[in-house]
């Protein structure tokens, strides 16, 4: 049964990097995304307090705070603190930026999906 979820995680990662290789590896890096997303899904699953469901807690909690991550994004791209609304360059790389926390959290609970019991 365990292989079966590990040879599932595995199939599901490589569909996903072959998608991030083929449009830019470079695209889906975001140090701020992933500490928010990792940060936010350790203060999750200690909140949850629960040292049997914490790997299952943390996922949740990865969710949880790409949504919040992406939240956070857009409120900085429409309250014009950078000076970015209306110019279509720099929108577009923000909208990108700001989809980051959403997809960081997804996989990080599709691994901890396997990991759970």
């Known amino acids: 049964m365990k292989l079966y979820k590990f040879l599932g995680l595995f199939i599901c990662l490589l569909l996903i990097l072959g998608a991030m290789f083929e449009i830019g590896v470079s695209l889906y890096v975001d140090l701020y995304s992933i500490i928010i997303v990792v940060g ?3 203060g999750y699953s200690l909140i949850k ?7 299952n807690n943390f996922g949740k909690g990865a969710v949880f705070f790409g949504w919040l991550g992406l939240l956070i994004g857009l ?3 429409t309250g014009g603190k950078y000076n970015n609304w209306g ?3 720099k929108m577009g790389k923000a909208l990108a930026v700001l989809l980051l926390p959403v997809f960081y959290g ?3 609970k599709l691994i901890t999906m396997s990991f759970s019991k």
Do not use: S
């Open 40 to 42: 936010g899904a350790v």
């Open 49 to 55: 307090n629960n040292k049997k469901e914490y790997i």
């Open 75 to 77: 409120i900085a791209l």
């Open 87 to 89: 110019d279509i360059d």
């Open 106 to 108: 997804y996989i990080i």
